[in-house]
C-alpha cells in the first residue's frame, strides 16, 4: 500500500499546520473574501519568524499604463552581488500584500545579497486576469531601470510565482531583458488536471476547494483561461511557446496540489531548450518558504531554491 501524505509529511510541519487547523487558520478559503484577507495576513504573521535584517527598506509608486503599481524596495546590508529580483506575493491572486510578502523579501534579499522590489499588485476579485500580471510586467519594467547593470530576476512563490512565469513570457516579447525566473511551487493551470490536484485534495495546507475558490475570483470567464500569461502551460503546448524564455527556478513540493503542473512546466522548458534547476521538497507541503520558521526541512528546501538561483545566475 502506498504511504498517504500524513504519512510522509515532514515531522515538524505536520506538528505546525495541526496547530494551525486547531486555530482556525486553515482553510484558507472563506466565503467572505475580506474575512478571507484578515486571516490570511494574521497567518502570515504568525509564520513568518524572525525578519531577517536587512540594509533598507523603502516604499515607491511606479506609474502604470491604467494604475499605478505600490512596491517595496529592500537592499541587503554589506556586499550586493548585482542582482535585482521582482518579488510577486502568493495568495491565490485574491490575498496578500507588502506586509505579509515582508519576511520572503527580506529572506530573497539577504540570502542572494540582492536587491529586492516587492509588488503590491491589484487583487482579484475586484481586479481579475490580466491585472495583476499587468501590475507584475509594469514593476519589473521599472525595476530594470533601477540598476541597469544588475541581473534581473523575477520570482515568487504560489499564485505569485504564476504571475512570474507570465511575466517573463510577457517580458521576452515586450521586454525587459531577463536573466533569471524563480518559481516556487507556481501556480500554472486554471484547469486543474493535473494528478497531484487529486493525490493531494485535502491538503495538507492548501486544498482543491482553496484553488476553486481562487481561480474562480481570478478568472471569473472561461475565455481568459486560455491565455498564456494567465495559464503558462498553455504556451507550454504551442510550437515555440516558450522559446527564449529566461532560465528557470521551478521549486515544487511533494505533497502540494500543485506539484505536477510545476513539474509540467519544468519539463516544458527543457524541452524548450531553456535552463531549468529544478528543487523538488520531499515531504514538504505547498508554502513551505513561508513555513521556515516551523520547520528546519523547509528552511533547508528554500535555501536549496535561493542557492540554485544564484548558480543559474553564476552568483
Keep these: ?32 473574501v475580506a474575512d478571507a484577507r484578515r486571516n490570511y495576513r494574521e497567518l502570515a504573521m504568525i509564520r513568518r519568524g524572525d525578519a531577517a535584517a536587512v540594509g533598507s527598506v523603502h516604499d515607491d509608486v511606479v506609474p502604470g499604463q491604467d494604475a499605478d503599481v505600490a512596491v517595496r524596495v529592500y537592499e ?24 505579509t510578502a515582508d519576511g520572503a523579501a527580506r529572506r530573497v534579499c539577504t540570502h542572494l545579497g540582492a536587491t529586492v522590489v516587492s509588488v503590491d499588485y491589484r487583487l482579484a476579485p475586484e481586479h481579475p486576469h490580466p491585472a495583476p500580471v499587468t501590475d507584475a510586467h509594469t514593476a519589473l519594467r521599472w525595476a530594470a531601470t533601477l540598476r541597469p547593470s544588475d541581473r534581473l530576476v523575477v520570482g515568487g512563490d504560489s499564485a ?24 516556487l511551487y507556481p501556480g500554472l ?11 493531494n485534495a485535502d491538503g495538507p495546507f492548501l486544498t482543491r476547494a482553496d484553488l476553486d475558490w481562487f481561480w474562480g475570483h481570478y478568472v471569473p470567464g472561461p475565455g481568459l483561461r486560455e ?39 519544468a519539463d516544458a522548458l527543457e524541452a524548450a ?25 523547509a528552511a533547508a528546501e528554500g535555501d536549496r531554491a535561493l542557492d540554485a538561483l544564484g548558480a543559474l545566475l553564476g552568483a
Design 273 to 297: 531548450g531553456v535552463a531549468v534547476r529544478r528543487p523538488e521538497g520531499a515531504g514538504l507541503v505547498h508554502g513551505y518558504f513561508g513555513l521556515a520558521a516551523a520547520s528546519a526541512a
Design 1 to 32: 500500500m502506498t504511504p498517504g501524505p500524513a504519512s510522509r509529511i515532514d515531522p515538524e510541519l505536520a506538528t505546525a499546520i495541526s496547530r494551525l487547523e486547531a486555530d482556525g487558520r486553515l482553510p484558507l478559503w472563506r466565503a467572505d
Design 160 to 183: 505569485g510565482a504564476g504571475l512570474a512565469a507570465g511575466a517573463a513570457l510577457l517580458a521576452r516579447d515586450w521586454g525587459p531583458r531577463l536573466d533569471a525566473q524563480l518559481l
Design 227 to 265: 491565455d498564456p500569461a494567465l495559464a503558462p502551460l498553455r504556451a507550454a503546448a504551442e510550437p515555440g511557446g516558450l522559446d527564449g524564455v529566461a532560465p528557470a527556478v521551478v521549486a515544487t513540493a511533494e505533497l502540494d496540489p500543485l506539484r505536477d503542473e510545476g513539474r509540467a512546466y
Design 189 to 199: 493551470d486554471p484547469t486543474m488536471s493535473s494528478p497531484s490536484i487529486t493525490e
Design 76 to 99: 541587503p546590508v554589506g556586499e550586493q552581488h548585482a542582482i535585482t529580483v521582482v518579488w510577486l506575493h502568493g495568495g491565490g491572486w485574491v490575498l496578500g500584500d507588502l506586509d
